[in-house]
């Protein structure tokens, strides 16, 4: 059973950073695609950044610079480092994948972030 467990939120001031964790069980990790999300109150859920199997990011243009996503192989674990953190990035960060050779989207329960003004 492929399970994602989350780590790392809390409550930060504005302009503080947070490094979230993701550990992977029950699945080769070394041959994920491996996504952050995030969703804030009232609002639905956005993709934060990805990181192909190889190591390639990807962000969303607005995101550009702030996040960094990474990976360790050998530890079964995807990162999620967010600096200069204001308000907006409160939510609840969730760690993802969708194996291409299942087709199920595999989601973590979660953390919370919260940034104080």
């Known amino acids: 059973q492929v399970q994602l467990v989350e780590s790392g939120g809390g409550l930060v001031q504005a302009g503080g950073s947070l490094n979230l964790s993701c550990v992977v069980s029950g699945t080769i990790f070394s041959l994920l695609s491996m996504d952050w999300y995030r969703q804030a109150p009232g609002k639905s859920r956005e993709l934060v950044a990805s990181i192909t199997r190889n190591g390639r990011a990807n962000y969303p243009d607005s995101l550009k610079g702030r996040f960094t996503i990474s990976r360790d192989n050998a530890k079964n674990t995807v990162f999620l480092q967010m600096n200069s953190l204001n308000p907006e990035d409160t939510g609840v960060y969730y760690c993802?994948?969708?194996?291409?050779?299942?087709?199920?989207?595999?989601w973590g329960q979660g953390t919370q972030v919260t940034v104080s003004s």
């Open positions: 993802h994948s969708l194996p291409v050779v299942t087709g199920r989207h595999y």
